[in-house]
């Protein structure tokens, strides 16, 4: 009898799926349902964006860009960079153009682990920080950022953790799935941290322009840090490019020539209809940019005083376009309440523990979606907890 082999390595084998994937995938065949577990704008991409994608291809650049991208695109970055997030990058040397933020973060955990290494997650966070890790040969450690802390991760909590095999940690602000923001100070104590043990700090901030009522702080940007940052980025949230798929990492020469070499192995380079489109919205793309925030902060404050009016405990977001709804007092856990929502009233929100254990009693909702599915949403949600 012939022995059953699996040709799938192990460690590919035990990676859990993503616990967004999967509520999204029970609402198949489902009608009347509104969904708050996108992380995805409900806007078009700007037209000059797109118009600008339709005439690089009218005009015939349809073959590869350098690996790092369009030098005119890396100059642009470079500049928005400077500009928003007060810190300065070589366009030649620091900065790769890559198929979106996503894949800016695979490269950076490949570039910069050895088998063992570990890495801090801040959690909650976003679904692929730790198995991203893990497939890069690290050892993922979670630190809990609590909800009497406003969900932001404190820099004794870092310290705590640190062991002679940390190398770096993993930090998103403003944070998917919670919204809380660091302030400058809470970064300048955890930059303290990471100076004293020599780690990196890999600073997701796709978010960085969905920002409300406060002004935003780069990692790269604190007092000797930029040495010790890889900042990622990208055009998904800010100008409604999600599925354009264009993203950057930005970081000192060799960690960045690290990454490329790595980026021209798997990837080659990211699209270049999707580049060309990526610069226009930089060169003229600010407007549009202000236009989705205010619309964002006003949909924010609609569905946390909802939220909370209907006895489902809500932090107030400082960014990104999530709430995070603590729902103990209901007496489910995060994905009995998930699943039994989205069967009662036909609403998706995402179990809280798809973010990491510490998620387990929330739930996330996202407000990228319009002013009106908003509030049929909560409609429907205070009908489910008047059931309930």
């Not at 290494?117 to 950022?145: M, N, R, T």
């Not at 004293?196 to 890999?202: A, E, N, T, V």
Request: negative net charge; hydrophobic residues 40%; contains cysteine.
């Amino acid at each position: 009898m012939a022995i059953k082999t699996s040709y799938l390595a192990k460690h590919v084998r035990t990676l859990k799926p993503s616990g967004i994937r999967k509520f999204f995938d029970a609402t198949a065949g489902m009608t009347d349902v509104i969904s708050l577990g996108v992380g995805e704008p409900d806007f078009v991409t700007p037209w000059n964006v797109r118009e600008a994608a339709i005439l690089s291809l009218e005009e015939g650049f349809t073959s590869y860009t350098a690996n790092a991208g369009l030098p005119e695109l890396r100059e642009a970055i470079a500049r928005y960079v400077d500009d928003y997030y007060c810190v300065s990058y070589d366009p030649e040397s620091e900065i790769t153009v890559t198929v979106g933020a996503s894949e800016a973060i695979d490269i950076a955990l490949r570039a910069v682990l050895d088998p063992g290494d570990e890495v801090l997650v801040v959690e909650p966070c976003f679904v692929s920080y730790a198995p991203l890790v893990s497939l890069a040969g690290g050892v993922p450690v979670s630190v809990k950022a609590k909800r009497e802390h406003d969900f932001k991760v404190q820099a004794r909590q870092l310290e705590a953790a640190v062991t002679g095999r940390t190398k770096a940690m993993m930090i998103c602000s403003p944070n998917n799935p919670t919204g809380s923001m660091l302030s400058r100070a809470e970064m300048e104590q955890i930059a303290a941290v990471a100076k004293k043990h020599h780690l990196l700090i890999i600073s997701d901030e796709i978010y960085a322009e969905l920002v409300y009522d406060d002004l935003y702080t780069s990692f790269a940007a604190l007092n000797g840090m930029k040495e010790q940052t890889i900042l990622i980025s990208g055009f998904s949230k800010d100008l409604a490019m999600t599925g354009w798929r264009l993203g950057f990492v930005c970081a000192p020469r060799e960690l960045s020539q690290g990454m490329l070499k790595i980026h021209q192995y798997a990837i080659m380079c990211a699209s270049t209809m999707a580049q060309h489109a990526g610069l226009e919205g930089l060169r003229h793309g600010r407007s549009d940019m202000a236009d989705m925030r205010k619309s964002y902060r006003q949909r924010r404050n609609f569905i946390v005083q909802s939220l909370n009016d209907m006895g489902l405990p809500c932090y107030k977001p400082e960014g990104a376009f999530y709430t995070f709804p603590n729902i103990e007092a209901t007496g489910l856990d995060s994905e009995t309440f998930a699943t039994r929502l989205l069967h009662a009233e036909r609403v998706v929100v995402v179990p809280g523990n798809a973010f990491g254990s510490s998620g387990e009693g929330f739930v996330r909702c996202s407000y990228a979606t319009s002013m009106s599915q908003l509030q049929e949403a909560m409609k429907r949600m205070r009908h489910f907890m008047k059931n309930l």
